[in-house]
């Protein structure tokens, strides 16, 4: 090993995501393209997520990435180890610090280089004290909308109440919003006071951090990436889909490489292989979302009769609420299969639209491959998002939910018919189009995200031997 007076004195930057998929993703492209320009980059996964997580990687996609593991306290399960989520923010704290703390001076004594930067998730404030403990940089990573951010930032900073009681909300670099806009724990924060609190503690320390960097892309939120960057100094650096999908810059940058699930990739593909182009529906809601029995049905009958033929991806756990013997009445015209590549999906000739729940990550992908939405959002940011595919950057239809609460397959059908036939479904399409062209503009070279990208390289490779 060599002497520390001995290193090469490159610029290495440890990552450090929010122990969820939903989270390590892009946090994790965002490493493959600091990678690809000429950084070193340790990525921190959690015991759980590192065992029950499968790693599907191309050799040329990784470089100069590794991988380290570390205890958030709850090695077993995970967040849903502990009886509340409360606990298990409390282990990950108190564990968690110590571990990562552990695990940055392991990196620094291994002599190849030296931790110039933690770039974390920005749910985890507390792990900016950790990096200035360690003399390091700080960048906080924020993986929502920059529009959702905006209203947790003025939730947090008590120009907006939470629960919002007004009918209507406007605030600076946004349009009006209705109180079915905003994200569920502003308005209805008794359900979940602890998941309120994680994303408003955001915004505790933001002033102390080097860098605020966010996964979206300049054109696609102009209004309030103009407005907050006069507030606070952010960096976007959106929107983090593999590469190959946008500019193909990045060598084997063909998938995340990280998923909890079994994959059924080839199943999918050679069942859409045999489609014509434009013809299938796409259906997932994500890997955390939780349909009532009713819902299911009310989805499940809706595909069966639109005609169309459709691809739902329906986790393992979530089986048993389709109705009795659906597979086999709709195996002339649909597959349901408990995981799907979804961005090879996305990207397929077949696919003409995608029934989500309008996560942050699924609405990035489908906008950066040019495919229009059907929202049906359930929860946290999904009701902003569903809002902007919807009025602001009208790539898709929000379906309208009944008094109980539950989407009926009449408004599934109608939403589905409006995106894939007639005069809408042409604007909307085209509208997809654009915002994939101005997806892949962002980050090609010289793009808006890409200098970002760039200008953080650049400073750290810059400082690479003040920290010795």
């Not at 340790?42 to 100069?64: C, M, N, V, Y």
């Not at 002599?111 to 700080?138: E, F």
Request: net charge negative.
């Amino acid at each position: 090993m060599e002497k520390k007076s001995e290193r090469k004195w490159i610029a290495h930057v440890l990552v450090l995501p929010f122990p969820v998929q939903g989270h390590i993703n892009p946090m994790l492209q965002f490493s493959k393209r600091l990678v690809s320009k000429g950084l070193k980059v340790t990525i921190a996964i959690s015991h759980f997520i590192t065992k029950t997580s499968q790693f599907d990687f191309e050799d040329d996609s990784l470089g100069s990435l590794t991988f380290e593991s570390f205890s958030d306290g709850c090695d077993q399960g995970g967040i849903y180890e502990p009886e509340s989520f409360k606990i298990y923010l409390e282990r990950f704290e108190t564990i968690g610090s110590r571990s990562i703390a552990k695990l940055i001076e392991k990196l620094d004594k291994l002599g190849d280089s030296v931790i110039k930067c933690l770039v974390y998730d920005s749910v985890i404030p507390w792990a900016l004290d950790l990096a200035k403990g360690h003399d390091l940089k700080g960048a906080s990573f924020f993986t929502q909308s920059c529009a959702v951010d905006v209203i947790y930032y003025n939730v947090h900073r008590g120009l907006l109440s939470a629960p919002v009681k007004e009918s209507t909300v406007s605030l600076p670099g946004l349009p009006l919003l209705e109180l079915q806009d905003l994200p569920s724990y502003v308005c209805d924060w008794v359900s979940d006071p602890v998941s309120l609190d994680l994303v408003l503690s955001q915004f505790s320390n933001i002033e102390n951090a080097d860098w605020l960097l966010f996964n979206t892309f300049h054109k696609l939120e102009s209004e309030v990436v103009k407005w907050v960057a006069e507030v606070i100094r952010i960096k976007t650096i959106g929107p983090t889909v593999p590469s190959a999908y946008l500019d193909n810059r990045v060598a084997g940058d063909k998938n995340y490489g990280l998923n909890l699930f079994k994959s059924t990739g080839d199943t999918c593909i050679n069942w859409l292989n045999t489609k014509d182009t434009g013809s299938v529906i796409y259906v997932s809601f994500g890997s955390v979302v939780i349909l009532e029995e009713n819902q299911m049905k009310e989805i499940a009958l809706a595909l069966k009769t639109t005609g169309h033929y459709f691809l739902w991806v329906v986790r393992e756990k979530e089986e048993r609420k389709l109705p009795t013997h659906f597979k086999d009445e709709i195996s002339d015209k649909g597959l349901v299969v408990t995981w799907c590549p979804q961005l090879e999906v996305l990207a397929h000739r077949a696919i003409r639209c995608f029934v989500s729940h309008c996560g942050w990550n699924s609405t990035l992908e489908a906008l950066s491959l040019g495919v229009p939405i059907v929202g049906l959002p359930r929860n946290s940011d999904q009701t902003t998002n569903a809002k902007f595919i919807e009025s602001i950057w009208d790539v898709g239809v929000r379906a309208k939910k009944d008094e109980k609460g539950v989407v009926r397959r009449d408004e599934i059908e109608k939403c589905v018919r409006e995106v894939m036939v007639g005069e809408r479904a042409a604007k909307v399409k085209g509208n997809a189009r654009k915002w994939r062209d101005l997806a892949k503009e962002a980050v090609d070279e010289g793009g808006s995200s890409d200098r970002n990208i760039d200008e953080f390289v650049a400073t750290l490779v810059g400082n690479s031997c003040n920290r010795s």
